[in-house]
């Protein structure tokens, strides 16, 4: 399971590059497809005797199609669990399932909903 590598990876960030601060947001991009609560579980045991304060939001996954500039946001739910699965253990697969609503075409740009990023508040 990533989410505890990505759990631990979000700690270090935290302590290397925010020493000192003590309350963040974490943002996760719906192309993540991590397990959320899996996550924070697992952040949670990494930052228990730092004293930080955590708050998560999920951005959800827009794209812009290349051919016809149409911008349509990711829904999950039209593709099936196999296809969610690949997506979820190599992100770059979304381009050969997801299709541009407008034109069908398979050629877009990942605008936003994508990593995991850290931010002082």
Known sequence: MHEFSLARATKDTIVNKYN?????IIYIGQ???????LFK????????????????????????CNVCQYVFIYDKNSLNSEEQEDI????????????CPNCKSNDFTIV????????PL
């Open 31 to 37: 192309i993540q497809q991590i397990d959320i609560e």
């Open 20 to 24: 000192g601060l003590h309350k963040f």
């Open 41 to 64: 579980e697992a952040l949670f045991e990494e930052i228990r005797e730092l004293n930080i304060d955590v708050v998560f939001e999920e951005i959800p996954a827009k794209m812009k």
């Open 112 to 119: 936003e909903g994508r990593g995991i990023f850290v931010k």
């Open 88 to 99: 979820h253990f190599l992100p770059e697969t979304i381009y050969i399932y997801l299709r």
